[in-house]
């Protein structure tokens, strides 16, 4: 019975010990975690000591100057401008207002020998649905006495651009749903109710429009296709499609000149109702699903995955619209119609690229239904930087991210602010950007881990999703990205459907469709006088100096250098030199002439035949890479009446070809194209991922220096036998002296309050 009674007290005694134990050690961990410091959130002080005010510049209008520009134009009487918030077509409207940018000796002037720095002028694009034309205006100086100067003719050699070129603004599709909705549906009620389970109370049929809006210059007539209002009814056809004609600013003279039900096609709403009541087509029957396209998770969110974070605090900073980083400056903006663009790039204080921008995002589809079958989306012509709506932090980009706000003056007659919108960070891609361990002799290990800049925005263009990444790297190099994501579009599966895709889900075709995305390259390598080249590689026969009778295949490297525009335009589904180079006639210390190189990674599908007649508003996507001589008068390869002018465009970049001016020894352009074909299939249900879709430009230092610059990177490791602990050439022994306690923002997301409203 003692016995018993120690052996109790014993076993409570060791489970009082243990839980002690654990306790005195939780506590312990919780003090020393409290004695670690909190990161450093700012940017360290070295960086933020160099930026200077010329990068502004190039910078987005504020707020101010917009509500400048808007109220200026409004007073002027004789322009009759319209201060409703939405315009109706038949009303004189303020549509865009942008920067103009400065002409770029005017830049030069001022940003290297101290000249004066270019006045501020805004781009003003005015509908006046009053007289059925377009026009575009220069506004400014903005710092005043601000003046305005129609500059139609000076641009696009018109006195006026045809009114149904112009896209439709917020006021006109609040028309046209009208029509649908109260109009169109109204007759037909049964029919909509017993196919698609229509119910007007909930208007649960949303609209997708094909573009362009008709066959030939002048036509403005949408097929509109329908889909369940789900969160992503982007793939949820139902099968029903109309041909609506808006020609008219007026919209009580617009009318339905064709009705597809089911494959089928009718000349009036009346025909359809006629031979639906007679059961003369085949129905559709309506029928419950569920939403297979939501993106809601499927599996409630355990755990955190990884999060980086800086030990010591940012090593870039962004002042105004100017970042810098290591050895890297540059100056950003985000454009309403052409998205995100830098200026004024520098590595190690020397310009590398006057202007880096995105130009245009293009995709051609194929469908046997007519919403589909003659889309070619031209994203300018929408607006790819209007649609860059506030990043999800940790998702979008690293939840420590810098973020910039942006604002912008489009459809509306309001400036919008975008909170958020564009992101700064570095990132370790998780693989050395050079490394060698030595093996046989001197042992030894060298390497670097590829840490680089990164600057994003994404816009989310009806049903996709664009990333776009600008990435500097420490060796020199820039690479121009973008990933494509979101939904696909599709069309409702007929007979004959799956020639232009799969089906990924109930009669629902994913519909075959290109991808092509340009870059705007200016590179001025040691200044402005360069000259384009290519290099590949051929073998060549040639006898063995020890055995002459001998011969043998030995790769040689062949140079050539273009002299004119038209040989240096490069087609895709031609054999193209591999290396493509903007050269410097100055040589670096080994005789070579210093360049950058131009590096395209594409999957592109093929461009549309050169017959086909809207192919001359994407005349840019023949060519792989395209070298022009920099003009003032050329600074966009498309443009934003090119969607709905698509048989007569306004901005044919093929004419920047015609006129085959020379190219050596000239101030150089680079217009680059990239892409991927994407045949849809089940896997891009609910959304197509970023793997494996997307373009970039790579543009690499190739003879520019003497040796790697990254050679001379503070964060190069080194490592020799015994040497391994320590610090010296090696920050990864000592990580423990820096280790903190990451400091993060509260999560806030406010992105919804920018969506369009049609109300």
């Known amino acids: 019975m003692v016995s018993q009674m120690t052996n109790s007290l014993v076993k409570c ?212 296709s329908f889909f369940r209002d789900v969160s992503g009814m982007y793939i949820h056809p139902v099968g029903f499609e109309i041909l609506v004609c808006h020609e008219s600013a007026n919209s009580s003279d617009w009318t339905v000149e064709k009705v597809m039900y089911n494959s089928e096609y009718f000349d009036s709403i009346e025909s359809f109702k006629k ?86 995002a293009m995709s051609v589809y194929g469908s046997i239904t007519p919403g589909m079958m003659l889309t070619k989306f031209l994203d300018t012509s929408i607006g790819i930087g209007r649609f860059a709506h506030e990043l999800v932090r940790g998702v979008d980009c690293p939840y420590s991210a810098t973020y910039v706000d942006v604002y912008r003056y489009i459809d509306i007659n309001a400036t919008q602010l975008f909170r958020n919108a564009i992101c700064v960070f570095e990132h370790d891609l998780g693989r050395p950007l050079r490394r060698h361990f030595s093996d046989f002799f001197q042992n030894s290990y060298g390497g670097l881990t590829n840490s680089a800049l990164y600057i994003r925005t994404i816009t989310a263009i009806g049903n996709y999703d664009y990333i776009w990444d600008f990435i500097f790297y420490e060796s020199g190099t820039v690479e121009a990205r973008v990933h494509a994501t979101g939904y696909i579009s599709s069309s409702y599966k007929v007979p004959g459907s799956l020639k232009y895709g799969h089906q990924v889900a109930e009669n629902v075709l994913g519909n075959v469709h290109t991808h092509f995305v340009n870059f705007k390259v200016d590179l001025d390598i040691l200044g402005v006088r360069n000259v384009f080249q290519t290099k590949d590689m051929e073998f060549e026969e040639t006898p063995l100096p020890w055995m002459p009778e001998h011969k043998a295949k ?59 007649p809207e192919e001359k508003s994407m005349s840019w996507a023949r060519y792989k890479v395209a070298i022009t001589k920099h003009k003032d008068s050329e600074q966009t390869c498309s443009g934003l009446y090119n969607q709905n002018g698509m048989w007569d465009p306004v901005i044919d970049f093929s004419n920047y070809i015609k006129d085959n001016e020379n190219i050596e020894n000239e101030d150089l352009v680079a217009w680059v194209t990239a892409g991927f074909l994407h045949i849809p299939h089940a896997e891009d249900i609910p959304n197509t991922v970023t793997v494996g879709n997307g373009g970039a430009v790579l543009i690499r230092p190739h003879n520019y220096f003497d040796e790697d610059p990254s050679i001379h990177s503070s964060d190069s490791v080194y490592l020799q036998p015994g040497s391994e602990k320590d610090c010296e050439y090696n920050k990864m022994a000592c990580l423990d002296k820096h280790l903190c306690t990451p400091s993060l923002e509260p999560f806030t997301y406010q992105g919804f309050e920018g969506v369009m409203h049609f109300n």
């Open 554 to 612: 030995i790769p040689k490297v062949v140079e050539n250098q273009l002299s004119t525009e038209e040989e240096a335009a490069l087609r895709y589904g031609t054999k193209i030199p591999r290396y493509l180079h903007v050269a410097s006639n100055q040589k670096n210390r080994w005789g070579h002439q210093r360049s950058y190189k131009l590096q395209v990674i594409s999957l592109a599908g093929d461009h549309l035949p050169e017959s086909e």
């Open 13 to 224: 005694l060791l489970i009082l010990f243990t839980l002690v134990s654990v306790i005195l050690n939780i506590v312990l961990l919780c003090l020393n975690s409290n004695r670690l410091p909190k990161c450093q959130m700012q940017s360290q002080g070295t960086v933020v000591a160099n930026h200077t005010d010329q990068s502004l510049i190039f910078s987005d209008l504020t707020p101010e100057e917009y509500r400048l520009v808007r109220d200026y134009m409004w007073n002027q009487k004789d322009l009759r401008i319209s201060r409703s918030a939405f315009a109706k077509a038949s009303e004189n409207f303020i549509f865009l207002i942008d920067l103009l940018l400065p002409k770029k000796a005017e830049a030069l002037r001022y940003l290297d020998s101290h000249g004066p720095k270019p006045e501020r002028l805004a781009n003003v694009v005015v509908f006046y649905g009053e007289l059925n034309y377009l026009k575009e205006y220069v506004v400014g100086p903005l710092s005043g006495p601000i003046r305005h100067r129609d500059v139609t003719m000076e641009k696009y050699n018109k006195e006026s651009l045809p009114f149904n070129s112009r896209p439709v603004t917020i006021g006109e599709y609040s028309q046209l749903f009208e029509l649908v909705y109260g109009n169109i549906f109204t007759q037909l009620t049964t029919e909509l109710k017993e196919s698609f389970g229509y119910d007007p109370k909930k208007k649960n049929l949303n609209v997708f429009e094909g573009m362009p809006r008709g066959v030939k210059s002048g036509d403005r007539k949408t097929w509109v």
């Open 275 to 360: 031979k639906y009541a007679a059961n003369d087509v085949q129905k559709i029957v309506y029928k419950e699903i569920s939403n297979y396209a939501s993106l809601k998770p499927k599996s409630k969110p355990t755990g955190l995955g990884p999060h980086q974070y800086y030990l010591q605090g940012k090593r870039f900073s962004v002042k105004n619209n100017q970042v810098i980083y290591k050895e890297w400056s540059f100056a950003f903006g985000l454009s309403s119609l052409t998205g995100m663009r830098v200026f004024d790039v520098r590595f190690k204080g020397e310009r590398i690229i006057y202007e880096l921008s995105v130009q245009e």
